[in-house]
């Protein structure tokens, strides 16, 4: 998937100025901390839009593919770190933040955080062809381990006698033991 740019809504819009401003408002004259300030949510539009584009080259665990952002602002140009993410990275989703690495123009690595930085368009084609080369492979593994991991919930379904007083409780994770109940009986009128 390749992206070129980043689909913040447009700004003129006059409801999308009317939530920047209520959120800016409440924050500031009713100490609303549960609202983003509205530069924060206007980014966050953006970010979630780019992110549901995205997703659409992922959508279940043995899948595998890249993603190109091509937009300078993705990059990290050597900033300051938080919890191991850059904060051009922030905004994405938490499964994506620290699989992204930037391409530098030139062919040398610039970023302290090499793992990170990718030596210009020939770094990035090398780096491609090792990932699709090894992805198949992780991908087989997480179907084999998907795979037993269903047979063995199937393994335990047929211990499961519909006539016994035992029951699978889904929130404890465990089976368990009916309880009875009396029967009432109806008294003669």
């Not at 937009?71 to 989703?93: E, I, M, Q, T």
Request: glycine share 6%; net charge positive.
């Amino acid at each position: 998937v390749i992206c070129v740019g980043i689909p913040f809504p447009n700004a003129l819009d006059r409801t999308i100025e009317a939530k920047r401003a209520y959120n800016d408002e409440q924050r500031r004259l009713r100490g609303r901390t549960d609202l983003l300030p509205g530069q924060a949510w206007y980014a966050q539009q953006a970010y979630r839009a780019l992110a549901q584009a995205l997703g659409r080259c992922i959508r279940h665990a043995a899948d595998y593919g890249t993603i190109v952002l091509l937009d300078s602002r993705h990059c990290d140009g050597g900033g300051a770190y938080v919890d191991g993410v850059c904060l051009a990275h922030k905004n994405f989703p938490k499964w994506m933040r620290h699989h992204i690495k930037n391409v530098n123009k030139g062919n040398a690595y610039i970023n302290v955080h090499e793992s990170r930085s990718i030596a210009g368009w020939a770094g990035l084609k090398t780096t491609m062809k090792a990932f699709f080369s090894q992805a198949p492979a992780h991908c087989e593994e997480v179907l084999s381990k998907q795979k037993d991991s269903l047979k063995a919930a199937k393994e335990r379904l047929k211990e499961y006698d519909p006539s016994s007083n035992r029951y699978f409780d889904r929130k404890k994770g465990v089976w368990s033991e009916k309880k009875a109940h009396p029967i009432k009986k109806e008294e003669p009128k």
